[in-house]
């Protein structure tokens, strides 16, 4: 009897352990292909586009790397590219060593620990690149060949004062107005406005008298971050920045790609709102570059002051302030005085306190050095001499995670000076 019971449950016996032991052996297998697919991550590059395949949404759901000193305040100062015009020398390594030298060391001399510099204004570098030409602002021409590297010097000061950098670009801006006065051939501009392909004729537009790279088309995207993956993969520095050049108001200058959208579109955006998902797709693969080159360099925006004014050039900062994956911090330009007729200060901090809804995005203050000592604002940076000393003080009140002077340009002013002699102390 026993027997004849052993050998009816055999066969259920049998199929049980084979079932445990592929259940063992498949998940062997998936632990080691899982270690293989890590290890082969860290040893190739990112495939050929530039647009990250994980969304931003995707990615808020990953614990974010802390890369700013997590308990050391924010005190960065911008240094625009009108700094660094070396216009009057004899345009020498040595005449630049000279000037960032300085820059640095009166930087780290009133208490800052961050330079926001400034490497591309206008589709340019002032650094070694094979995407963009060299900025006349160093070498007087755009395009001229530069014997020494303007970043990897202003790289080596910074640290010697011990100073990050954040290397500052525009994104979209081409030209201003009239600068520059001259294109170089090997503008991206010049190259698609000279080639036979009609096809990139529309990679850049017109506003007036000023020129934009047109966001609303891939290739443009993917060279703007293939040039921050380059700033980032070439240098050693700590974050990567961009201003608030998006789209013009003007509405009229990129209408031709609009239409093309709103036919191939059953229910299409509005320009405005198709402008706005152009610069979210642009931002998040600026956002994604940086991150993917290297793990501990932050990506961060300076948009305007007033939020709606932002996105009437295509920028939503609530999007960015809100989902981890389009940048580790947001430094909204509140150029105004505290009793501002319109916009008071404290006013435009609460908003964008209140804006900034993920922890793990660092909100970041910039503050108007030069129109301490001015009529601006209706006069009303002339009603006090503690205007910055007041304004940081309300930041650290509300619990921003620091701020940033515009600009380097404005020390030697003696007004100035005496406002912002107390950090130093």
């Known amino acids: 009897m026993m027997k004849k019971y052993v050998k009816s449950i055999l066969p259920y016996f049998l199929s049980a352990v084979m079932l445990v032991v592929c259940v063992w052996v498949l998940s062997f297998t998936q632990n080691d292909e899982t270690n293989i697919q890590t290890e082969t991550s860290t040893a190739i590059s990112e495939p050929e586009s530039a647009e990250s395949t994980k969304t931003p949404s995707e990615s808020s759901s990953e614990q974010s790397t802390e890369k700013e000193e997590p308990d050391k305040e924010m005190f960065g100062i911008w240094v625009p590219y009108m700094s660094l015009d070396m216009s009057g020398t004899d345009r020498s390594e040595k005449a630049f060593r000279s ?23 206008f589709c340019d570098a002032l650094y070694d690149s094979e995407i963009f030409p060299t900025s006349h602002i160093i070498s007087g021409t755009q ?88 700033i980032v993969r070439n240098y050693d520095i700590d974050g990567i920045q961009i201003d608030d050049y998006f789209y013009p108001e003007n509405l009229s200058p990129d209408k031709t790609e609009y239409n093309t959208y ?81 916009l008071p200060f404290q006013t435009a901090a609460d908003n964008w306190k209140n804006l900034t809804e993920n922890k793990d995005i660092k909100l970041y203050i910039g503050l108007a050095l030069y129109k301490v000592g001015t009529d601006a604002d209706s006069g009303t940076w002339l009603e006090k001499d503690d205007n910055i000393q007041s304004q940081i003080n309300y930041l650290r009140k509300i619990g921003a995670d620091g701020f940033m002077l515009y600009s380097y340009d404005s020390f030697s002013d003696e007004t100035v000076s005496a406002e912002i002699a107390f950090l130093q102390q």
């Open 99 to 121: 000037r960032i030298n300085k820059i640095m060391k009166d930087i780290s001399d009133i208490g800052a620990n961050t330079v926001i510099l400034q490497v591309r204004p």
């Open 262 to 342: 709103c036919k191939t579109t059953a229910l299409p955006l509005s320009q405005k709102e198709w402008r706005i998902e152009n610069i979210n797709t642009l931002v998040s693969g600026i956002c994604s570059a940086v991150h993917n080159e290297k793990a501990d360099c932050v990506f961060g925006i300076s948009p305007q002051c007033n939020i709606d004014n932002n996105l009437k050039i295509g920028a939503d900062p609530s999007v960015w302030c809100s989902f981890y994956g389009y940048a580790d911090y947001i430094c909204p330009q509140l150029y105004v005085s505290e009793s501002h007729p319109t």
């Open 143 to 230: 395009g001229k060949e530069l014997s020494y590297d303007p970043l990897a010097i202003a790289i080596e000061t910074a640290k010697k004062y011990n100073l990050r950098l954040h290397a500052w670009i525009n994104p979209l801006r081409v030209r201003l107005n009239e600068t520059p006065s001259a294109l170089s051939e090997n503008n991206p501009y010049m190259k698609w406005k000279n080639d036979d392909n009609s096809k990139n004729d529309r990679y850049t537009f017109q506003s007036g008298n000023s020129i934009y790279l047109n966001p609303a088309y891939p290739e443009v995207r993917k060279l703007i971050i293939d040039g921050v993956r380059e």
